[in-house]
T-cell receptor, first 113, second 115 residues
Framework: GNSVTQMEGPVTLSEEAFLTINCTYT??????LFWYVQYPGEGLQLLLK?????DKGSNKGFEATYRKETTSFHLEKGSVQVSDSAVYFC????????????FGQGTILTVHP | EAGVVQSPRYKIIEKKQPVAFWCNPI?????LYWYLQNLGQGPELLIR????????DSQLPKDRFSAERLKGVDSTLKIQPAELGDSAVYLC?????????????FGEGSRLTVL
């Protein structure tokens, strides 16, 4: 079946540092890929998505590129802020995950001033 | 527009007791999901509804878990009897379109503690 693997966490950075959170996936066919974010005390919300190979999703300064050749969808941001502190989840849909999201285990990001 | 509403936000019960969670999706969203999120893990699907029909309940432990979505709007998830291992956050989500073009909208979750 489909699966998503995220880098081991948690990640702690200083403000304005560069962020990368790695995500790789295993799936049949051509899944759609997502990053969801969970801020403290809030529900999960979509951060960005990409529906086909080589697409780049972007939002709030975050970017991720759908790389079929490496089955990856790494999340990046050039300069993080304290307000980016949250839990980030990589997810996919499609193939055997049709109609639902299959999530990675999540990565806790803490940004210090 | 109101988001997905879940209640209760927190519930503490003793093992072997029953518990129920309620979800009100975004108006007009025909697809509703219940996910289970264990501490330090990503959400895992329990059940998916298309209107009133449960179209994917393969991961729902049917010996103790049940769910219903009467009239294709609100949904209730029940556990009876609860076990210690059921302590987790139960998430409800809804969407109006397919995941390829749309997104899931999540509630804040119901945190269950079983003592």
């Amino acid at each position: 079946g489909n699966s998503v693997t995220q880098m081991e966490g948690p990640v702690t950075l200083s403000e304005e540092a560069f962020l990368t959170i790695n995500c790789t996936y295993t799936a049949t066919g051509y899944p759609s890929l997502f990053w969801y974010v969970q801020y403290p005390g809030e529900g999960l919300q979509l951060l960005l998505k990409a529906t086909k190979a080589d697409d780049k999703g972007s939002n709030k300064g975050f970017e991720a590129t759908y790389r079929k050749e490496t089955t990856s969808f790494h999340l990046e941001k050039g300069s993080v802020q304290v307000s980016d502190s949250a839990v980030y989840f990589c997810a996919l849909s499609g193939g055997t995950s049709y109609g639902k999201l299959t999530f990675g285990q999540g990565t806790i990001l803490t940004v210090h001033p | 527009e109101a988001g997905v509403v879940q209640s209760p936000r927190y519930k503490i019960i003793e093992k072997k007791q029953p518990v129920a969670f309620w979800c009100n999706p975004i108006s007009g969203h025909n697809t509703l999901y219940w996910y289970l999120q264990n501490l330090g893990q990503g959400p895992e699907l329990l059940i998916r509804y298309e209107n009133e029909e449960a179209v994917d309940d393969s991961q729902l432990p049917k010996d103790r878990f049940s769910a219903e979505r009467l009239k294709g709007v609100d949904s209730t998830l029940k556990i009876q009897p609860a076990e210690l291992g059921d302590s987790a956050v139960y998430l409800c989500a809804s969407t109006s379109g397919g995941l390829d073009t749309g997104e899931l909208f999540f509630g804040e979750g119901s945190r269950l503690t079983v003592l």
